[in-house]
């Protein structure tokens, strides 16, 4: 196995700070997670193995999504040639990838402004997602763990959700604004 480098410490420490996005691009353009897991990666893999054709003077998260794009559509397409039919044409595939390229440039002020609003829930909404964003847990379990009826916890989330938004939208407006 080659000794590391400098350069190759650079591209890891790259690509782990932009996991995150990474996987809400495939997720987006996928829409299931599993799907999402192993596309995810392949292209981690595809990204290494290109290493030496990313310039270091680039923006790496533009070369990766592109990377990533091509993975979802090889993905789409052996997909439905297992299946013999077409769950999403390719030219809405490419849509879907380059809407969610362009929210991946708004990302960063996206994620600061949620955990910002994250902070502002109550303890027992905030453990209600972190068990189901964190720990992926079913609506039922998380029910279980809280002694409530399924329709609460939806209700919950729902509330929840509006409520980020809502405050995700405010802090974003009042930073283009600033």
């Keep these: 196995m080659p000794e590391p480098t400098e350069t190759s ?11 995150s ?10 829409g299931n ?14 990204l290494w193995k290109k290493a030496s054709q990313y310039q270091d003077d680039a923006p790496f998260l533009p070369w990766a999504l592109g990377v990533a ?5 090889g993905f789409l397409r052996d997909r439905n040639r297992e299946r013999d039919r077409v769950v999403f044409h390719t030219d ?7 809407i969610a390229h362009t929210d991946m440039e708004l990302w960063p002020d996206r994620q600061q402004a949620l955990h910002r609003c994250l902070e ?8 209600v997602f972190a068990l189901r964003y964190a ?3 079913s609506l039922q379990q998380i029910a279980d763990k809280t002694n409530k009826t399924i329709d609460a916890i939806k209700s919950l989330m729902m509330r929840s959700r509006k409520s980020l938004r809502k405050c995700i939208d405010l802090r974003l407006a009042a930073t283009e604004s600033a």
């Excluded at 996005?21 to 996928?30: I, P, R, T």
């Design 9 to 19: 410490d650079k591209f890891v420490s790259l690509l782990t700070m932009h996991q």
């Design 21 to 30: 996005q990474l996987k809400g691009f495939v997720y987006s353009a996928l």
């Design 33 to 46: 997670r599993d799907d999402a897991q192993d596309v995810l990666q392949k292209t981690n893999l595809t």
């Design 69 to 73: 794009r091509f993975e979802v559509l």
């Design 92 to 98: 809405v595939v490419d849509m879907l990838c380059e």
């Design 120 to 127: 502002s829930l109550d303890d027992e909404t905030r453990f």
């Design 135 to 137: 720990d992926n847990q």
